[in-house]
């Protein structure tokens, strides 16, 4: 069935239904079979999950543009696996604190740039060598912890890092897949590093609130003067959430966020800092 990726296992507070997308936060739903196994101890669990992901690292990318997507071009699906461990609180007998390792190996494929016509403009380049496949992995650690402080409330604290190449396909990397670094014949996979925190907090039955930040951090050097990719060096992520359950059913919602992109000092166009405001109710 189509769900989520196998290494999704933990998530933010946010409203956004792109969620952290980009800044921080993998994920997609896609088509796939997985196997999961669960042990359940005395006042813990253990959940092992492998799964084969339909389609591969881009999901959808052309990027030599012959109408056939990359990941179609591939022989490979994304090989994806993870263990979760959960473990009633001892300060918290209602609630768990959990701790999982996650991550995926994968290829895309796509005709190799021969000559690129003095432009970055992929319309304007000439494919007509051999298919290079390109490499798409990453290595995911999530957590999350409960606590309660007396007379204030109850919290929340979850998070994840992670670490790959090639990762647009799952909303990671910026977003970016491969570079090239014209006018030579082979692109290289966009490494990068990333994650995100989130402080929830539950004041009483009605009023909820969280706040949480989180970035996506490529490696400068596949993006800066490499074509291909859209010289993104830095995304990050920071926002503030009120919510109010109204009834059991029925649940209000206000979230602020400050978005900063950085663009390559390469792009003479773009290139420098830019941020933006986001309400959404």
């Known amino acids: 069935g189509q769900t989520w990726h196998v290494w999704k296992m933990v998530q933010p507070s946010e409203i956004d239904g792109a969620w952290m997308e980009n800044t921080g936060y993998p994920y997609r739903r896609s088509p796939q079979i997985r196997v999961t196994k669960k042990w359940d101890f005395e006042d813990s669990s253990l959940e092992a999950r492998v799964g084969l992901v339909k389609n591969g690292p881009g999901m959808g990318g052309d990027r030599d543009h012959n109408g056939t997507q990359d990941?179609?071009?591939?022989?490979?699906?994304?090989?994806?696996?993870?263990?979760?461990?959960?473990?009633?609180?001892?300060w918290d007998k209602d609630r768990s604190w959990l701790v999982g390792v996650g991550g995926q190996y994968g290829r895309d494929s796509s005709r190799r740039v021969t000559n690129y016509n003095g432009s970055n403009d992929r319309e304007d380049w000439t494919y007509d060598g051999h298919n290079d496949s390109y490499n798409s992995d990453m290595v995911m650690l999530a957590g999350s912890i409960p606590f309660s402080i007396e007379n204030i409330g109850k919290f929340t604290l979850c998070g994840q890092v992670f670490a790959g190449e090639n990762l647009g396909g799952v909303q990671a990397g910026v977003g970016q897949t491969v570079s090239y670094n014209l006018p030579y014949a082979r692109g290289n996979e966009v490494r990068a590093i990333g994650g995100f925190v989130d402080l929830g907090y539950k004041l009483n039955e009605d009023w909820s609130f969280a706040i949480g930040w989180?970035?996506?951090?490529?490696?400068?050097?596949d993006i800066e003067d490499h074509a291909g990719t859209y010289d993104i060096i830095y995304n990050d992520r920071a926002y503030i959430c009120a919510f109010y359950q109204?009834?059991?059913?029925?649940?209000?919602g206000l979230e602020y966020a400050r978005l900063l992109t950085s663009f390559a000092q390469s792009n003479e166009t773009v290139g420098g800092d830019y941020d933006a405001d986001r309400v959404q109710f």
Do not use: R
Not at 71 to 90: K, M, P, T
Not at 214 to 221: A, K, T
Not at 246 to 252: A, G, P
């Open 246 to 252: 109204v009834t059991d059913n029925f649940k209000l």
């Open 71 to 90: 990941n179609e071009q591939s022989a490979w699906c994304l090989f994806e696996g993870a263990l979760v461990y959960d473990h009633v609180a001892a």
């Open 214 to 221: 989180g970035c996506d951090d490529p490696v400068n050097s």
